[in-house]
């Protein structure tokens, strides 16, 4: 090939290399998938080594990340932080053992590496500087060689300890990380962000450290940069000892001999990652010993001792049938795309989501188009390219509805008073329950397992019976016709004397699940709690119909103008008023208990993982609260007892078992809060 012709061709993949990282880093967007990116890495990498004349400043090779951005005051790394060699098969794996054998002049016969294999969470990597104890400064990773001072945002994260008195803790350290936001977390933000990943670093390059704070950001740390006075000398031990100084460190490390168990445990990982509450993409190897770390060194912008070893992506080829608009609990239009089915990692998938009318124009995405489709863990399948080479000649852009496909309300993009921009997602306008797609969705979320719980009472027996007319307002629940189920096919005496209990039963309700089963937007069931407990009777509650007085709502703690305006929207539709005067007259709502601080379960925290019966979760958590118990959301030292229910997640159990915490069941859960009455 003509020099000038690869020399070209070498700068249209640095050019396209640094359009995709200024995205990724300084934009959090993510235009091509990780996969793609790698490759594109991949093949400048091997540009460079086989043309000696192709030469440039912006070469993967030499950069790291991104410039700091200019919102956040800049600060050197005392050391760099650098990146990751990538290895995609076996024999990159063998080929970087080899490598360091030269290296070190080292046989394999007479010779074995000892690794740190540590799972690769996706997330944003930050520095945490600690000086005699105290967490001083937090730094992003910036170009490698300066980053963006985050110290205040990082201070939110509870993960990250701000004081630590261990005897063994370092006089100076800067330990590393990642910050990163939970699979479970995210499916609350979804409708804000693209993926966990742009989550995690856009709240994390917030301002305003509030705004942070709102956000569920979790830390894992895994190494170190500059330390003095640090008397430990492998990695495995460094993990070790982060644990102890109240870090959390991944419960998946592991201390590895020989490629051929890299590999084992490779496949192990990549066949549990969809089952994990983190996004993972790879494995990365540390030679464990400091000692080897430190006569290896680094080569250009990465270390010689350690290799990320990548996951294969989760993505297939499909062509999209059709965009379909589906219709939220809070009148949220979600873009689903319809594609020819295809399976991704044994799954198959005929549905994406296209995320929003933003995502659709960014990526100009059209039926008709031939996309690539990928499926990551827990995450919706989504689509990530367009394949503009086989788009048709008649292919047409789609025109996102201005009125709402169920009830023809002209739909709005709210103004957001924590990002100061117009949200992504577009709404229909019509509050209540006017809206039919919106009121099936509000009826569903009534009785779902947080709300009222009403056992056998799911998602397709909401549709089916809407479908009869039988229900269109909550209230209805509570005076079906059922002598006309009784006719429909599937229902028989004894499931419509099943249904009957489980209605009855539920009549009785505690406070703040009954204002969270309203589904008013912007009320969880941590909002719905602090509203109970500020309005203590449920009479209070409902005089705000008459009184109209949102401004004392202001008083309570947690609950901002967001809240109330949501609220406010509430109480000023008839069609709720109508229905709270009808759930007043039906239910018998319990007052809110006040929360003492010293029941019988203080100082004692509870997990809960699995399916638990007879009850729900929300009404578990409740009852320990009221004997002022805590609920945390991950295994740590600070777990007092795991409870157990069926098909529980293996990780939390394994992760419990290993630190000896308390495993127990439904029954001896209840047990314990029988004997603390």
């Known amino acids: 090939m003509n020099k000038n012709l690869i020399k070209k061709r070498y700068q249209e993949k640095i050019k396209l290399f640094n359009h995709h990282n200024k995205k990724y880093y300084d934009e959090n967007i993510s235009e091509i998938k990780d996969s793609e990116f790698d490759q594109l890495k991949k093949e400048i990498i091997e540009l460079e080594r086989k043309y ?14 991104f410039k700091p951005s200019k919102n956040f005051k800049k600060i050197s790394h005392k050391v760099p932080m650098l990146s990751l060699s990538n290895a995609f098969s076996e024999e990159d794996l063998i080929n970087f ?23 690769k969470i996706d997330g944003i990597s930050a520095s945490l500087i600690y000086k005699k104890g105290k967490f001083t400064t937090g730094l992003s990773r910036g170009d490698g ?31 590393r990380g990642e910050v990163f936001i939970q699979n479970s977390d995210f499916k609350k933000l979804k409708d804000k962000f693209a993926n966990p990943r742009n989550a995690a670093s856009g709240s994390l390059r917030q301002k305003n450290p509030e705004d942070t704070k709102k956000i569920p950001l979790k830390f894992i740390a895994y190494t170190f940069g500059h330390e003095e006075g640090m008397k430990i000398y492998n990695q495995y031990d460094f993990l070790k000892n982060l644990d102890l100084w109240g870090f959390k460190t991944n419960p998946y490390n ?29 494995i990365v190897y540390k030679i464990n010993s400091f000692d080897l770390q430190k006569r290896l060194g680094n080569v250009a912008n990465a270390p010689r001792w350690a290799i990320a070893h990548k996951f294969s992506a989760n993505s297939g080829i499909s062509k999209i049938l059709n965009i379909d608009i589906q219709i939220g609990r ?84 709210e103004f957001n008073l924590t990002t100061k921009k117009k949200d992504a997602v577009r709404r229909c306008s019509s509050e209540g329950f006017e809206c039919e797609k919106v009121a099936i969705e509000k009826i569903k979320h009534f009785v779902s397992k947080d709300a009222f719980n009403i056992e056998g009472f799911g998602k397709k027996i909401v549709e089916n019976f809407w479908k009869q007319k039988l229900l269109k307002l ?63 009777i449920p009479k209070n509650f409902f005089a705000l119909s008459k009184s109209l007085n949102f401004d004392e709502l202001l008083e309570i703690d947690g609950i901002g103008e967001t809240q109330i305006n949501s609220i406010k929207n509430f109480f000023s539709n008839k069609t709720n008023l109508e229905v709270l005067k009808k759930l007043e007259k039906t239910l018998k709502i319990q007052n809110s208990i006040a929360l003492t601080k010293d029941g019988p379960l203080r100082d004692k925290t509870f997990m809960i993982t699995g399916k638990l019966n007879g009850i729900s979760r929300a009404e578990i958590k409740s009852l320990i609260e009221k004997k002022s118990g805590s609920i945390i959301s991950s295994v740590s030292k600070k ?30 859960i209840i047990k314990i809060l029988d004997k603390t009455q």
């Open 52 to 65: 000696v004349f192709l030469k440039s400043k912006k070469s993967p090779t030499i950069t790291v990340g």
């Open 97 to 119: 053992e080899k490598r360091v054998f030269n290296f070190l002049n080292k046989t394999r016969e007479k010779f074995e590496i000892e690794y740190s294999a540590e799972p």
């Open 145 to 175: 060689k300066e980053g963006e001072d985050i110290t205040e945002n990082l201070k939110t994260i509870d993960d990250i300890p701000k004081n630590i008195s261990a005897k063994n803790f370092p006089n100076e350290i800067d330990v």
């Open 254 to 282: 592991k201390l590895i001999k020989g490629s051929k168990n890299l590999m084992s445990n490779y496949y192990q990982l990549e066949n549990i990652r969809d089952q994990l509450n983190f996004d993972i993409d790879g």
């Open 330 to 413: 809070t009148g949220a239009l979600t873009p689903v795309a319809k594609i020819n089915p295809i399976n991704i990692g044994g799954v198959v998938v005929s549905n994406a989501t296209l995320h929003n009318e933003d995502e659709i124009k960014r990526k100009d995405i059209r039926v008709g188009d031939t996309v690539t489709v990928e499926r990551a863990g827990d995450v919706i399948p989504h689509i990530i390219s367009v394949d503009l080479k086989k788009r048709k000649n008649d292919s047409k852009k789609f025109i996102f509805p201005n009125k709402c496909p169920s009830c023809s309300s002209i739909t709005v993009k």
């Open 474 to 536: 909550p209230q209805d629940i509570f005076t079906l016709n059922f002598i006309q189920i009784e006719k429909m096919e599937g229902w028989g005496k004894q499931s419509i004397s099943n249904l009957k209990y489980s209605i009855e039963s539920r009549k009785d309700i505690s406070f703040e699940r009954f204002i969270y089963a309203l589904g008013i937007r912007h009320i969880g069931l941590e909002n719905a709690k602090l509203i109970s407990k500020y309005f203590r």
């Open 639 to 668: 777990l007092d007892y795991l409870i157990v229910g069926e098909k529980p997640t293996k990780r939390k159990v394994d992760a419990a078992k290993q630190s000896k915490i308390n495993i127990i069941n439904q029954d001896e």
